[in-house]
């Protein structure tokens, strides 16, 4: 794979804690930039469960410029368009093209699945050089006189890991944000995904699709696309409603133990006035697996994303509701900008250069999480609102659809 480097001495050293998307995107982000990288995963390998992710056009722009495109295409579908659907009526409200933009540079909406993302992104560090160590749990950090220390935790025992800098990537429990912020666990939104994947070749012909569509009902949403060429179908189903007796432990999982005949229950309630088209898709679908979606409030400031030699990064810094389908990409964005402030700012010192990733990256982050509180509020919109919602739709659509401030971000990697 050739990916090169904007640098070439090997000088400073950054320890990174999370192998999941976030991380691994950082590690190739500041291996291009010329750091010797070292991620620590927890894990004891790195599989990357939860099913698919779409990634709009403002990530596959950082994944073409990191030289990936030919290997996310080999493994993503490119659907053409993106329909909103009443759920109960089963009515398309309006259409927005995905992928009809080919001019020269144009870049792709794919949609993949997550352990695919992960797999190309840890080939590509590891072709960068970085070192990805499985079971090693970053414990504490301490900060030194000139850098970092990371306590790890190894199969083998305690290390004390010094480097220049160490980005935090553990994602929405980060237990390494409490030691910088201490402001708590995430919260728990209120929403439940119910998530599987179906092969599309056991599907009925009708149920099958190669697009994005997200069926909105009261209280409830359904939002499918393909996967890996094209041969799968992500189905996820996002309710409200709380579940009881959960402990963190659970909240943890991607996979909260429910039985299957709880599970059919609970989606039975949900879509009780669904359509037939609807309805026979979620019957269609088994090995639903249940996630409690769980967030943080919009980010307030830099400091949320930076202090010291420290960074945080994806989901340790600002965790969102997957309503806008944007919690990868924005981890991927975090890791271009913090590759280009880092080859960018080289004379400055490394606080500085963190510091500079956090004023470029948190009000970005802060505006898609608060787009996504929001896009969850218009898709389970009941009574007259739902009404309007539908009427504008039919009227205004791919206008209300496409979101150009998102999607049109171009950032200097
Ligand atoms: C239903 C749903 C659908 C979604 N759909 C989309 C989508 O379409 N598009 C999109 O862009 N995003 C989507 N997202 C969001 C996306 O999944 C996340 O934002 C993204 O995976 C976060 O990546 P991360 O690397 O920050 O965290 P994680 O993926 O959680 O990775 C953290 C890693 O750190 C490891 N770790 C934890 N603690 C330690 C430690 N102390 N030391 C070492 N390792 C540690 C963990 O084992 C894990 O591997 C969706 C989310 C949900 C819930």
Redesign the pocket.
Known sequence: MGLPCTMSAMTDKVLI???????LACAVSLARAGVAVQV????PELT?V?A????GPN?TRILQAWGLMPDVQAVAALPAFLHARNANSGEVLASLSLNGNTTQDSAPYVTLH?ADLQVLLHRAAQGLGVSVQCQ????AFQALKDGVLAQVNLAGGDVNEPADALVV????????RQQLLQDGAARLTGHL?Y?TLVAQSVLPAQLRSQDVTVWMGPRVHVVQYPVRGGEWLNV?CLTEGQLEGVSLHDLQSWNLHHTAAQTRADLTQALQGACPGLHDLVQACGDWRL?P?CDRPPMQGAHEHAQGRVAL????AH??R?YL???????LEDAAELGHQWAAQTGQGVAARLQAFAQARWQRNARVQARAIRNGQIFHLRGPMQWARDASLRTMGPRLMDVPWLYGHRLPV
């Open positions: 804690a999370g192998g999941g998307i976030g991380g620590f995963e927890r894990a990357e939860g698919g992710v779409q990634l990530v997550r090693a749990q970053v414990q990537a553990d994602g929405v429990w980060s237990a390494l995904a998530r996820v996630w979606l990064v994806g989901d340790a965790p969102m997957p389908a944007q919690g990868a990409g924005m981890a």
